[in-house]
DNA sequence: AAACTCCTCAACCGCCTACCG
DNA sequence: CCGGTAGGCGGTTGAGGAGTT
């Protein structure tokens, strides 16, 4: 079957946008706002896909982006809401004005990877990559003495969400910045939602529900997708 | 100076989800 | 409740610029 297409694509450009298309563009938005991007491309007298007038305009000619350089402390926002949130790069981008979650996502892949590695610290997880190789040492050793219940599915990491989440630190960009995997004990023995504290709406990503924990421990943290409350 | 390789980032693709009738 | 549609998102690609040989 395969789903329809989300515009005539024979008539419609593709590749680099050119001056006069984006002029057309912005000088539509201006007008009018950015509507319905399905009905703007005609309406505004370009042959593009409605996608691809909004990837243009959000990433490319809104009038408040920042473009330029990433900041040290940027750098360091960018690492900390990751090792939060994971790829949600338009949550990310969300907490960084005038970033938008494109940019944010090749600078990711291009330079904080990099930076990541540099110091030891696997981008994915967070973690100290010498940590993770004794780990994956001794899954194996498990693994070979024939007891794999305790493994993922993916034969990845076992990623313990209670353990991999910390709260938000203001360290100085110098300052090596641990993965974000201190355990919940270490913490403030309060009830905090990471989200709010990190000042996300509750229309963005949290719902706030409550995760009751032991020894009267209330730890408030969004679910996920296929979370459950045990 | 030319050829080649590497790197960056704008743009595309396809999937997911919210919304609406 | 259901199906269709549009918007939004994350992963991936590829053009072109920069750097190297």
């Known amino acids: 079957m395969g789903r329809s297409p989300c515009c005539e694509k024979a008539h419609t450009n593709k590749g680099a946008w050119t001056k006069e298309e984006d002029e057309k563009l912005i000088s539509y938005i201006k007008a009018h706002g950015d509507g319905c991007w399905r009905s703007l491309p005609k309406a505004a007298g370009l042959l593009r896909c409605g996608k691809s007038c ?30 939060l949130l994971g790829n949600k790069w338009s949550l990310i981008a969300g907490r960084l004005p005038g970033r938008t979650d494109n940019e944010i996502k090749n600078y990711w892949n291009t330079h904080i990877k990099r930076k990541l590695l540099a110091r030891g610290v696997d981008p994915q997880t967070h973690r100290p990559i010498a940590a993770l190789r004794q780990e994956e040492r001794s899954t194996a050793q498990e ?38 995997a201190a355990t919940a004990s270490t913490s403030t023995m309060q009830a905090l939602c990471l989200c709010c504290h990190l000042g996300f709406q509750s229309s963005e990503t949290c719902s706030c529900r409550r995760i009751p924990r032991p020894l009267g421990f209330s730890f408030i943290w969004p679910l996920e997708e296929g979370q459950r409350i045990a």
């Open 54 to 83: 909004r990837l243009r305009w959000i990433n490319y000619l809104r009038p408040d982006l920042k473009r330029g350089n990433f900041t040290a402390q940027e750098d360091e926002l960018i690492i900390e809401l990751h090792g």
């Open 143 to 180: 693994d070979s003495s024939g007891d794999s219940s305790s493994r993922d599915g993916d034969g990845g990491l076992d990623l313990n969400l209670d353990l991999s989440i910390s709260l938000p630190r203001h360290s100085s960009p110098e300052q090596s910045s641990p993965p974000p």
